[in-house]
C-alpha cells in the first residue's frame, strides 16, 4: 500500500513537540537584515521601512546559551500601507531542512504566543538565493509553496550594524582598486583609512567586508574587520610590504574580539607554516614595466596547458616569393618592448644570404603578455603578467629562476596566484600549476635581442640593465686617433722642456 503512495505528489504534515527544545540559530539566522514585507489576505501592498528588520546577533563564547537560541523580528508601520503594523516578535529556533527541490524549512517558535496553532512558525527560503523568504500563518509548512509563495512574503536585504571609527590612514600609494588573487573574483577598494573587499562566489551573493584602520606600527595595521549582515566586530593585523610596481604583498593574522595592538598584531598571530608566502594585490589597471628576463629563446613546453597556435588568419606564414626552410617556438622580450613578452609559435627562422632574418608579411604573433610586477620570494623570482586575452584569467603568475648563462626555467600557476610549493622546475604539481617552459638562447648575430636576467632581488630599483645595441664592428674615426697622437705628442714634448 505505501509504495503506491507518490513522494512528489504527497502533502506533508508538521508535528511540532510542545516541549521543544531550543536549538543554535546560528545555521537559520545571523546578523540584521532589514525586510519589506506583504501578505496574500491581508494587504497587497509592499510595506518597505528602513528599521523593519530580523536581529540574530550571536555571541560566540557567551555564557548564556539561550542568547544565542533566539532571534527578533521587528514590524514598522508604513504611513502609506493602511493596514502594516508596528510590532516586535521573539523567537527561538527549533531547527531547520532543505527539501530536494532546495527550498530551505526553518522552524521556530513564538515566545510571546500561547495558543499552540499560533505558538509555532515555519519559514522558507532557498539554499542558493536566501533574500527571498516566506513565512506561515499557523503551526503548518505545507501551505507554503516556495520561497515567493505564502502567507507572508519577505524580501531580505543585509544591513551593516556596526560602526568604528578609524585611528590612522594607510599609505597614500595604496589608494585604489585591487584584485585581490587570495579570494576567487574578488575586488578591493582601499582608500584613507578603509578598505572594502567584495567577493563574488560561483554560487550565492556577493559578500562585503569592511576594513577600518585603528592602530599602525611600521609595516603592520590593526584593523577592524566588519561584516555587511555581522554584529560582531573582529580585530585583525595586516603586515605589508611596500608598494612596488602595480601590486602590494601583505599577509593576515587571526581574529581577534578586543582590539590590543600588542596581542592581535603580534608576530605569532601570523601564520607559522614554514612555507608561508604573502598573498598578493594586483591593480586592476596595472601599469607595464620592464621584464627582468631579457633576450630571444626558443624554448620546450611541458604541463596540462600547453600553448596552441592563438591567432592568425592562415597556420603557417604565406607569401609566394620566399620559402621558409626551418620553424621554431619562439619566445622574446628585446629592447624595442622590454615591457611585453611575445610567443611566436611557427616563427620561421629563414635567413637571407647576409645570414639576416627575413621578414615574412603574414607573420602573427600568438601571445602578448605584458610584465606588470616582479620581485624575489624563497630565492626563485616570481613574475606577474596580463594579457586581457585569456579567457581563465587575466593575471598569471610565474616563478622562474635561471639553470645556467644561456637556459632558464619557468612555471606557471593554473590561476592568478602562485602556488605554496610552486618551483621553476615543477611540471604539474598538486597545486595550480599547468604550464612550464624551458628557454633556450637563441639571440643569432644581428637580433640585437641580448640575453639579460634579474633576480628579483630589489623590485624598487629603476636602473635593472644596461643595454649597449651595437651589431656591427666599432670603427674610430682617423681625426679623432690623430687628435690623441698630437696631444701626446704636445704633452712629451712640454715635459722635456721642463727637464
Same mark, same amino acid.
Given at each position: 500500500?505505501?509504495?503506491?503512495?507518490?513522494?512528489?505528489? @504527497? /502533502? @506533508?504534515?508538521?508535528?511540532?513537540?510542545?516541549?521543544?527544545?531550543?536549538?543554535?540559530?546560528?545555521?537559520?539566522?545571523?546578523?540584521?537584515?532589514?525586510?519589506?514585507?506583504? &501578505?496574500?489576505?491581508?494587504?497587497?501592498?509592499?510595506?518597505?521601512?528602513?528599521?523593519?528588520?530580523? /536581529?540574530?546577533?550571536?555571541?560566540?563564547?557567551?555564557?548564556?546559551? *539561550?542568547?544565542?537560541?533566539?532571534?527578533?523580528?521587528?514590524?514598522?508601520?508604513?504611513?502609506?500601507?493602511?493596514?502594516?503594523?508596528?510590532?516586535?516578535?521573539?523567537?527561538?529556533?527549533?531547527?531547520?531542512?532543505?527539501?530536494?527541490?532546495?527550498?530551505?524549512?526553518?522552524?521556530?517558535?513564538?515566545?510571546?504566543?500561547?495558543?499552540?496553532?499560533?505558538?509555532?512558525?515555519?519559514?522558507?527560503?532557498? /539554499?542558493?538565493?536566501?533574500?527571498?523568504?516566506?513565512?506561515?500563518?499557523?503551526?503548518?509548512?505545507?501551505?507554503?509553496?516556495?520561497?515567493?509563495?505564502?502567507?507572508?512574503?519577505?524580501?531580505?536585504?543585509?544591513?551593516?550594524?556596526?560602526?568604528?571609527?578609524?585611528?590612522?590612514?594607510?599609505?597614500?600609494?595604496?589608494?585604489?582598486?585591487?584584485?585581490?588573487?587570495?579570494?576567487?573574483?574578488?575586488?578591493?577598494?582601499?582608500?584613507?583609512?578603509?578598505?572594502?573587499?567584495?567577493t563574488k562566489p560561483n554560487q550565492g551573493k556577493?559578500?562585503?567586508?569592511?576594513? $577600518?584602520?585603528?592602530?599602525?606600527?611600521?609595516?603592520?595595521?590593526?584593523?577592524?574587520?566588519?561584516?555587511?549582515?555581522?554584529?560582531? $566586530?573582529?580585530?585583525?593585523? #595586516?603586515? #605589508?610590504?611596500?608598494?612596488?610596481? =602595480?601590486?602590494?604583498?601583505?599577509?593576515?593574522?587571526?581574529?581577534?574580539?578586543?582590539?590590543? #595592538?600588542?596581542?592581535?598584531?603580534?608576530?605569532?598571530?601570523?601564520?607559522?607554516?614554514?612555507?608561508?608566502?604573502?598573498?598578493?594585490?594586483?591593480?586592476?589597471?596595472?601599469?607595464?614595466?620592464?621584464?627582468?628576463?631579457?633576450?630571444?629563446?626558443?624554448?620546450?613546453?611541458?604541463?596540462?596547458?600547453?600553448?596552441?597556435?592563438?591567432?592568425?588568419?592562415?597556420?603557417?606564414?604565406?607569401?609566394?616569393?620566399?620559402?621558409?626552410?626551418?620553424?621554431?617556438?619562439?619566445?622574446?622580450?628585446?629592447?624595442?618592448?622590454?615591457? /611585453? *613578452?611575445?610567443?611566436?609559435?611557427n616563427k620561421c627562422d629563414t635567413l637571407d644570404?647576409?645570414?639576416?632574418?627575413?621578414? &615574412?608579411?603574414?607573420?602573427?604573433?600568438?601571445?602578448?603578455?605584458?610584465?606588470?610586477?616582479?620581485?624575489?620570494?624563497?630565492?626563485?623570482?616570481?613574475? &606577474?603578467?596580463?594579457?586581457?586575452?585569456?579567457?581563465?584569467?587575466?593575471?598569471?603568475?610565474?616563478?622562474?629562476?635561471?639553470?645556467?648563462?644561456?637556459? *632558464?626555467?619557468? =612555471?606557471?600557476?593554473?590561476?592568478?596566484?602562485?602556488?605554496?610549493?610552486?618551483?621553476?622546475?615543477?611540471?604539474?604539481?598538486?597545486?595550480?600549476?599547468?604550464?612550464?617552459?624551458?628557454?633556450?638562447?637563441?639571440?643569432?648575430? &644581428?637580433?640585437?635581442?641580448?640575453?639579460? #636576467?634579474?633576480?628579483?632581488?630589489?623590485?624598487?630599483?629603476?636602473?635593472?640593465?644596461?643595454?649597449?645595441?651595437?651589431?656591427?664592428?666599432?670603427? $674610430?674615426?682617423?681625426? *679623432?686617433?690623430?687628435?690623441? @697622437?698630437?696631444?701626446?705628442? $704636445?704633452?712629451?714634448?712640454?715635459?722635456?722642456?721642463?727637464?
Open positions: 500500500m505505501c509504495k503506491e503512495i507518490s513522494v512528489k505528489e @504527497l /502533502t @506533508l504534515d508538521t508535528l511540532f513537540n510542545l516541549s521543544p527544545t531550543y536549538q543554535n540559530c546560528r545555521q537559520s539566522f545571523e546578523g540584521i537584515w532589514q525586510f519589506a514585507y506583504e &501578505y496574500e489576505t491581508r494587504f497587497t501592498a509592499v510595506c518597505n521601512h528602513p528599521f523593519s528588520n530580523i /536581529t540574530a546577533c550571536q555571541r560566540p563564547g557567551i555564557n548564556f546559551q *539561550i542568547e544565542n537560541q533566539r532571534f527578533y523580528m521587528n514590524y514598522r508601520k508604513c504611513h502609506d500601507v493602511d493596514s502594516s503594523f508596528d510590532a516586535q516578535y521573539r523567537y527561538a529556533c527549533l531547527g531547520q531542512w532543505v527539501a530536494d527541490n532546495g527550498n530551505r524549512y526553518i522552524v521556530a517558535v513564538n515566545m510571546g504566543e500561547e495558543q499552540n496553532f499560533l505558538r509555532f512558525t515555519c519559514f522558507v527560503d532557498r /539554499t542558493d538565493q536566501d533574500l527571498l523568504m516566506t513565512k506561515s500563518r499557523t503551526a503548518s509548512c505545507s501551505e507554503l509553496k516556495s520561497a515567493r509563495e505564502g502567507y507572508e512574503q519577505l524580501r531580505l536585504a543585509h544591513v551593516k550594524s556596526e560602526t568604528v571609527l578609524p585611528s590612522c590612514k594607510f599609505p597614500a600609494d595604496y589608494m585604489g582598486v585591487w584584485y585581490n588573487t587570495a579570494n576567487y573574483d574578488s575586488e578591493v577598494t582601499i582608500n584613507d583609512t578603509h578598505m572594502i573587499e567584495v556577493p559578500e562585503t567586508v569592511y576594513y $577600518v584602520c585603528d592602530e599602525s606600527k611600521g609595516t603592520r595595521y590593526m584593523v577592524a574587520k566588519l561584516g555587511i549582515g555581522g554584529c560582531q $566586530v573582529d580585530y585583525m593585523c #595586516f603586515d #605589508f610590504v611596500r608598494r612596488h610596481h =602595480s601590486v602590494i604583498r601583505y599577509r593576515q593574522g587571526r581574529l581577534y574580539p578586543l582590539g590590543d #595592538f600588542r596581542s592581535v598584531c603580534t608576530w605569532s598571530s601570523f601564520d607559522n607554516n614554514p612555507r608561508w608566502k604573502y598573498q598578493v594585490l594586483v591593480s586592476v589597471n596595472p601599469v607595464a614595466i620592464n621584464c627582468p628576463i631579457r633576450g630571444m629563446f626558443f624554448f620546450e613546453q611541458s604541463g596540462q596547458t600547453r600553448l596552441t597556435v592563438r591567432d592568425g588568419v592562415t597556420k603557417f606564414p604565406f607569401d609566394p616569393l620566399l620559402e621558409c626552410t626551418k620553424r621554431n617556438q619562439q619566445l622574446s622580450i628585446c629592447p624595442d618592448s622590454p615591457d /611585453t *613578452i611575445k610567443i611566436d609559435m644570404y647576409r645570414a639576416r632574418n627575413v621578414n &615574412y608579411k603574414y607573420e602573427i604573433l600568438d601571445y602578448k603578455w605584458r610584465c606588470i610586477a616582479w620581485w624575489s620570494e624563497d630565492t626563485n623570482g616570481q613574475l &606577474y603578467t596580463y594579457d586581457p586575452e585569456d579567457g581563465f584569467s587575466k593575471y598569471r603568475c610565474w616563478v622562474y629562476q635561471r639553470d645556467e648563462y644561456g637556459q *632558464i626555467s619557468l =612555471s606557471r600557476s593554473h590561476k592568478d596566484s602562485c602556488g605554496l610549493w610552486q618551483t621553476p622546475h615543477d611540471d604539474v604539481t598538486p597545486e595550480n600549476l599547468n604550464l612550464k617552459l624551458v628557454l633556450k638562447n637563441a639571440e643569432r648575430q &644581428y637580433d640585437n635581442c641580448p640575453l639579460q #636576467f634579474h633576480d628579483g632581488g630589489n623590485p624598487w630599483s629603476e636602473d635593472v640593465f644596461l643595454t649597449v645595441l651595437d651589431s656591427g664592428a666599432a670603427r $674610430v674615426r682617423g681625426d *679623432i686617433v690623430w687628435f690623441i @697622437l698630437f696631444l701626446a705628442a $704636445v704633452i712629451t714634448a712640454w715635459n722635456g722642456i721642463r727637464d
